[in-house]
């Protein structure tokens, strides 16, 4: 069965620096998620991705996140300046659609942010 | 906004229990209900959903029932395993793309 894959399990990383999240979403999937999940807290979105341009995200996705599409098959989201508080799970996930409220999300398996 | 609420675990039982988890919402508009479940180790996978009210989900033997009324999607099986601990989610999407999740359940089975 596809399944949605992301690199690393786990990054640590000192404060200040840049650090890229990589997920290969499901092949015939196009619409690319972004959430996290703070040690203790509820999952949140961050951003969704839709034919190469963002098409939602929220009030935690500010200037020092990005996300991008470099190729046919990955999907990375990017931290500038990482700060302590950064530090979380961070999962990625694909739809076949996207625009309705009945259509399934497929997730990965998470990385493990830390930043020291 | 959107927002769900889900019973704080850990909710420990022994094998061939009844389960019930329960989760209830508030939402904009007419969303959809969804259930996923978190294994140790592992990313969240979609256990079973509900798009429209009094549909009932089922997978694996869990099931959840779409209740308009009281605003809730409770899951229940009627004979957990012991590879059912794991941690579940309860999400709604409400057409904007974007799911919104509770703060997951905590599910200890012991033989």
């Known amino acids: 069965e596809p399944e949605v894959t992301q690199t690393p399990s786990h990054q640590v990383t000192q404060m200040g620096q840049e650090v890229i999240l990589r997920c290969v979403p499901i092949s015939n999937h196009l619409y690319f998620y972004w959430y996290r999940q703070i040690l203790g807290q509820k999952v949140e979105f961050l951003v969704s991705?839709?034919?190469?341009?963002?098409?939602?995200k929220s009030e935690i996705f500010d200037d020092q996140f990005s996300v991008e599409r470099p190729d046919g098959s990955n999907f990375t989201l990017k931290i500038r300046s990482t700060k302590l508080e950064d530090s979380a799970m961070y999962f990625c996930a694909s739809s076949e659609a996207g625009a309705r409220a009945t259509d399934t999300q497929y997730f990965g398996p998470g990385t493990r942010l830390t930043v020291l | 906004g959107n927002s769900v609420t889900q019973m704080e675990g850990p909710v420990t039982l022994s094998e061939e229990a009844f389960l019930t988890i329960n989760c209830t919402y508030t939402?904009?508009?007419?969303?959809?209900l969804f259930w996923y479940v978190q294994y140790p180790g592992e990313g969240l996978q979609l256990l079973l959903k509900?798009?429209?009210?009094?549909d009932k989900g089922s997978n694996k033997g869990f099931e959840a029932t779409y209740r308009k009324e009281t605003t809730s999607f409770h899951l229940e099986k009627g004979s957990v395993q012991v590879s059912d601990s794991a941690v579940y989610f309860c999400?709604?999407?409400?057409?904007?793309?974007?799911?919104?999740f509770g703060k997951g359940t905590m599910l200890l089975v012991s033989p």
């Open positions: 999400a709604l999407n409400s057409g904007y793309s974007t799911l919104t």
């Open positions: 991705f839709y034919n190469n341009e963002i098409s939602e």
């Open positions: 509900a798009t429209k009210a009094d």
């Open positions: 939402a904009t508009g007419y969303p959809s």
